[in-house]
């Protein structure tokens, strides 16, 4: 029996038919839709988790076997998990970290302009290459926040990308033209951080 007497067959019952009714419903609303397509993916906000969640879905791709594509435009004088752990699988996963590190710790424009193009054009190569099936451009949305890329590169490059090929952009402050050219997109919004209440920094497994 339950709190309110009513005998857990008859709450059972209920749920059943409850779930028959939005099963058929979900059953006629999956009928309607397409199997697949190549998204633009965008990742951004000030909270934690937007490249995490790349590489959760580049792990997903390499554990169907499944290539992927990696370009970091900033992070580059890090070791990290992800790239250590993606570079074990060379034939599923490419991984280039072609930034300098944080633009307050460069202080160089020229040389993050230059470190962003070759990125860019890296990525570019990527996004031609059909044996690809998802392009991750991590961080790509510093650089154009600084005007380090031609935004209207971008958009020419994702407007004409492979039409089963998904490219996930990362980084706070996306475009407004970005994320309207976007399939999917997530903000990530900060509610907690360690860093900002505790002052704890950066930690192996959890940022990197």
Known sequence: MTDNNTPDTDLNARHDEKMKKIKAARDKMMAQKIDKKGLIIVHTGKGKGKSSSAFGMAMRCVGHDMKVGVVQFIKGGW??????????FPDLCEFHAMGAGFTWETQNRAQDVALAREAWNKALEMMRDPSFAMVILDEINIVLRYDFLPLDDVL?????????????LTGRNAPDTLIEAADLVTEMTMIKHPFREQGIKAQIGVEF
């Open 156 to 168: 020419a490059a994702l407007a004409d990308k492979l039409p089963d090929q998904h490219v996930v």
């Open 79 to 88: 070791e990290t998990g992800e790239a250590k752990l993606l570079k074990k």
